[in-house]
Structures are given as structure tokens and as C-alpha cells.
């Protein structure tokens, strides 16, 4: 997410980070360099002159503050600059009824069916009573794809019957929501390979019909400026309430989050960074400049921490080994098992200060093997006997050529975990009594 536009922004503060005072002529050549990369990222022509005009206005002729240096005051500038772009604060759907509906709408392959589950899923385990509304009727299957998502995730639906027109599905659905008192309504719409009049004059009849309080756009990014025009098209003939951006994971360069907002004036509400039902995440302004910057976002790790790991399993693990002094296969599995709920290393890298500076083949390669590596282990820890996890001294040379024949790996794999252990254990020891682990709260606290 935001790979390219991240690095070529930092190859340019760490020029200005070594000037120690900046002249028009610096300023007009770092800016020439940022307008470049947010160009390559795709951002839309005129959102990017627009961004560096405001930069420049507020740079050249400014009062540098004694306790940084200029560089550092252009670094900060660009931050805000992107945090007005982006949409200045977080935006939530509008809850102002019962039940709240939201109608979805989108282009084919945009991802508006699995944003429907996703969302719904999200609220109930939030203690909301969601209904699903399957209102597309002209996609294959698209009816029983989300049929198939409500029924994984135990949320009730709606689905057309036969000789059903969109808005008389929609009719049923708020009738049986209204009805069973559900606290939010989602309605899966159509979509097309392109805006015509006849996906138009379905949506415009779908809304007058339900009125819904949110009519939220569900956005690919992968596929760059045209998004925007996409998101404008949409805004010009329905009107929008807010954007849903899909697939960031997949866009090295991000253009589609910085330009759409700007252009279409509708906030982005959530973004979608991956395929598990649980890879939806609110979208903040803030927090999304301070990542593109290379600054990290450790609040959203720690929330998201918060959110995956259980943390009476953690603590209880913490006193475990502070009371025996040790850490064995038992400890470090569950720890594991821990770790896989935050999710892939290299998205967790990406929060955390300082990952644009990453080489880009290193954090390739985390994202390639990081996944592998972590079953490898857990493969080899499994192949072991209760009485080897908890006493690793005693695993010999049959017992490893054993325990990586029963996990399908090599002696080697089992030797090089075995050693990753040992250091593991050393750390423990060294850390007197008081073992720590990640994102886990100090005890009391």
C-alpha cells in the first residue's frame, strides 16, 4: 500500500533533512520531486498541482521555528497537506435511523458483494442486528454468492423470489427489518462494466423507494485514475454519501485514496486490504498521511492488537514464564498462534515508523515467505511429543530427523528453529524474571 509514492517521498526528505537552511531554489526543487511522485503514483493531474501550490504557499516566505529544522518544517507541511487531501477526519456512516440502511454500489469486480458481508460482519460483532438484501439481479450467482457469505457468518438475508423486480426486494427487506427491529440494513445493488442509463434508472428507483441514509460507492483502486472518474460519474448521477476503496492491498502506488476525495468531495469511510472477512478497516485521514510518510501507525497496530488478541491468554501466558523462568515449544505456539491473528508481518511493518526506508525486495520477500514460515514452524512444533515441547534439551539427533519427517520439512528447518528457541530462551532469561510479549500491556494495566 502506498509502496512507490512512500519511497520516492523519502528519498526526498532525506535531502531536505540535510540542508541546513533551505532556499527558494531548494524548495521549488523538492516540490518539483513530490509533485513527480505523486504523479507516478496515479494521482489525478490536477489534485497533485492543486497540492503543490498549497505546499508551496504555505513554505516559501515562512518563519522557521528555532526548534526544527527547515526541512523538517516542509516534511510537516506535506503531512497536513496530505491529511486535507485525504479528507482532513475520520467520517463514519451516517446511524441517524433504525433500522440504518446503506445501499452498495459499484462496477463488476469491485468487490461490492464481499463488502456487504464484510460490513455486516463487522457490525454484528459489534452487538448490531444487520439484515443482507441481495438486489442483484442481473449477475450470475451473485445472489447465491452472498446467500453463501450470510450463512458462513450467520447473518440473516433477503433474497429475491421469482419474478422479483430490485425494488420490490428492497420493500420486502425493509418490511422484515422493521418488523424484527434489525439495527442496520445493507443492500447489495447491481453493477455493470460501465455506467449506463439503465444501471442508473435502477439505482434512482432503489433509492426513492428505500430512501437510504447511506448511498456508499464501493471502489476498486487497483484500477488508478479511473477510479476517480468512476467515483465522479457515480456522484454526478446518484449521489454519494461516502467511498469504500477495495484492493488497496494490491496498489503499490495508492493514486485512487488520494485523488477521489479531492475530486468527488464524498469521504472515504473504510478500506479493504485484503480477502479474510475481517480485512475492513474505518479509514483515517491522519493515520494514512503519517504511513505515507514513512511515521507509521502505531495507534491502528495497537488497536488492532486490541481487537485480534486475546489478552487473558497473553496474560496468563506472561505469569506462566514468569513463574517457571523459561519459554518452551508450548510458549512460543501460542505465541504464534497470537501473532497469526494480527495478521501478515509485512502489513504490521507497514504501521510501524520507519518501513518505507525498508528496501523494497526485503519487504517483498516478507510478504512472500513470512505466511510459509510461520506453518513451517508450526509444522515442526506439532511433530514434537508433549514431552519434547516442554523439555527441548532432549531433542537429539533421531528425534529431529523424526520430528521433520512427520512435519514434512528438512533436519536443517528443525535444527534452525531449534536455534531461533535457544535465543528466544537466552532473551527470557535476560530479561530477569519480567518476559514481555508483543503488544501485550503491563500487568495491572
Request: with cysteine.
Amino acid at each position: 500500500m502506498f509502496d512507490a509514492l512512500s519511497g520516492s517521498l523519502e528519498r526526498v526528505f532525506k535531502k531536505l533533512r540535510g540542508y541546513g537552511k533551505l532556499t527558494d531554489r531548494n524548495i521549488e526543487d523538492a516540490l518539483r520531486e513530490v509533485r513527480l511522485a505523486l504523479l507516478e503514483a496515479d494521482v489525478n493531474f490536477q489534485v497533485a498541482k492543486d497540492f503543490i501550490t498549497r505546499v508551496r504557499e504555505k513554505c516559501l516566505g515562512e518563519v522557521v521555528l528555532d526548534s526544527i529544522t527547515p526541512g523538517q518544517q516542509i516534511v510537516k507541511r506535506i503531512h497536513d497537506e496530505l491529511v486535507e487531501l485525504l479528507g482532513r477526519a475520520r467520517e463514519d456512516f451516517r446511524w441517524t435511523g433504525r433500522p440504518m440502511t446503506v445501499m452498495l454500489l459499484g462496477l463488476h469486480g469491485a468487490g461490492k458483494t464481499t463488502t456487504a458481508a464484510k460490513l455486516a460482519r463487522r457490525w454484528t460483532a459489534e452487538g448490531k442486528r444487520v439484515l443482507l438484501v441481495g438486489c442483484d439481479l442481473r449477475r450470475p450467482a451473485a445472489v447465491d454468492q452472498l446467500r453463501l457469505l450470510a450463512q458462513q457468518n450467520a447473518i440473516e438475508m433477503v433474497g429475491p423470489e421469482p419474478g422479483d423486480s430490485v425494488v420490490q426486494v428492497a420493500g420486502r427487506a425493509m418490511k422484515k427489518a422493521n418488523r424484527e427491529l434489525h439495527d442496520a440494513v445493507i443492500l447489495d445493488t447491481g453493477g455493470r462494466f460501465a455506467i449506463d442509463e439503465e444501471l442508473v434508472g435502477e439505482l434512482k428507483a432503489l433509492r426513492e423507494a428505500v430512501k437510504p441514509h447511506n448511498t456508499v460507492l464501493v471502489l476498486d483502486a487497483a484500477i488508478g485514475q479511473e477510479s476517480v472518474n468512476v467515483a465522479k460519474a457515480f456522484h454526478d448521477a446518484v449521489g454519494l454519501t461516502g467511498l469504500v476503496l477495495t484492493k488497496l492491498d494490491g496498489d503499490a502506488r495508492g493514486g485512487a485514496a488520494l485523488s477521489v476525495n479531492a475530486v468527488t468531495g464524498c469521504p472515504i469511510l473504510l478500506v479493504g486490504t485484503g480477502e479474510k472477512a475481517g480485512d475492513l478497516e474505518p479509514f483515517h485521514p491522519d493515520r494514512m498521511a503519517s504511513r505515507i510518510l514513512g511515521m507509521g501507525d502505531i495507534v491502528s497496530l495497537v488497536e488492532k492488537a486490541q481487537e485480534v488478541v486475546d489478552l487473558d491468554t497473553a496474560q496468563d501466558l506472561q505469569q506462566k514464564l514468569r513463574k517457571k523462568g523459561g519459554f518452551d515449544f508450548e510458549d512460543l505456539l501460542l505465541q504464534m498462534r497470537q501473532m497469526k491473528k494480527l495478521g501478515p508481518l509485512d502489513k504490521l511493518l507497514e504501521m510501524m515508523p520507519g518501513a518505507n526506508r525498508l528496501p523494497a525486495d526485503a519487504m517483498a520477500g516478507l510478504r512472500e515467505n513470512s505466511g510459509p514460515e510461520m506453518k513451517r514452524m508450526e509444522a515442526i512444533i506439532l511433530s514434537m511429543t508433549p514431552r519434547e515441547r516442554r523439555n527441548p534439551d532432549i531433542i537429539n539427533g533421531g528425534r529431529r530427523a523424526r520430528i521433520a519427517r512427520g512435519s514434512g520439512t528438512t533436519v536443517s528447518d528443525v535444527n534452525e528453529l531449534l536455534k531461533r528457541h535457544a535465543m528466544m530462551r537466552k532473551m527470557m532469561k535476560r530479561m530477569k524474571g519480567r518476559p514481555r510479549m508483543p503488544f501485550m500491556p503491563p500487568a495491572g494495566a
